[in-house]
């Protein structure tokens, strides 16, 4: 591969997911090109024949990351699937350029790590302005330019050492065993392993019991559902589709005979990846 693209800037928890990945040494790769949003990764690795991509998927605090399976769904190029997922701790603390926590009255982060942190808020700084920012890296980064000791972020402990910040709370998180799984996604296969998954898509037919249809054909054929999400269609108020992950790979035979029967029962269905775990 020539490049990786993943949601920086560098700090991030995106950031650190890849160089998880590159540790793993399963392919060759380049260059490392950090993009501003999920949207322009996508569109990136879109544009880059010889490439992979690193995106959240879904934390295990605040759930699937939508705005990844909405992009994915966007996709022009369907030779572009999930070849791989791994997940990494998320460890927040709060940053600032000063060192007196009680100065603080402004905090900046991503949405989902404010939220994840909002008990220490609420306790803490019930009183300060909370603003989201596009990523907690962005948040640090920003925190070091302004240089106000009235402002903070909350990031993670290589913002700290990135940026030159001061650490004014350890372990913020509101829950302790916080993860963040991704996907990565490449036109090429990678390195494979035992055990895997295959994500799909699929509209239903718009009558009573048509997803209970959908789930008796994965039982029937002892299919476990990892995940199981609604997106609306776009196209009709009132009209979804459904995003899931099955715990077993595409080429399985099951598998196989299961999406073939799921035809008869929707409007259409697609396969997004039958990809591998890598942790």
Do not use: W
Not at 116 to 130: D, G, M, T, V
Not at 197 to 221: E, H, M, R, W
Not at 266 to 276: C, K, T, Y
């Amino acid at each position: 591969m020539d490049n990786i693209y993943y949601l920086g800037p560098d700090g991030s928890n995106s950031h650190n997911a890849m160089l998880k990945f590159m540790d793993l040494n399963i392919t060759e790769i380049k260059n490392k090109i950090p993009q501003k949003s999920i949207k322009s990764t996508l569109e990136a690795l879109e544009k880059d024949e010889n490439s992979v991509a690193v995106l959240p998927i879904e934390n295990s605090i605040e759930g699937i990351v939508r705005e990844t399976i909405d992009n994915i769904l966007k996709l022009k190029d369907k030779d572009i699937k999930i070849q791989g997922e791994l997940t990494i701790p998320i460890k927040h603390i709060l940053l600032s350029t000063g060192t007196d926590r009680t100065k603080i009255k402004k905090i900046i982060s991503h949405p989902q790590a404010l939220s994840q942190c909002s008990e220490f808020l609420y306790k803490n700084y019930r009183h300060a302005e909370l603003k989201e920012v596009s990523s907690t890296s962005y948040a640090a980064e920003k925190v070091s330019k302004e240089n106000d000791d009235t402002l903070a972020a909350i990031a993670n402990e290589a913002c700290a050492q990135l940026f030159n910040l001061n650490v004014l709370a350890n372990d913020i998180n509101d829950e302790k065993d916080n993860k963040t799984r991704f996907y990565i996604l490449s036109r090429h296969s990678l390195i494979t392993k035992a055990n895997g998954k295959t994500a799909i898509i699929l509209s239903t037919k718009n009558k009573p019991g048509a997803l209970c249809d959908v789930l008796k054909i994965f039982a029937q054929y002892d299919i476990n559902l990892t995940y199981i999400d609604s997106r609306p269609s776009k196209k009709c108020l009132g009209e979804y589709m459904f995003f899931m992950e099955l715990d077993c790979l595409e080429n399985d035979i099951k598998v196989k005979n299961a999406l073939d029967k799921l035809n008869e029962y929707v409007n259409f269905i697609r396969v997004l990846g039958s990809f591998f775990i890598y942790n």
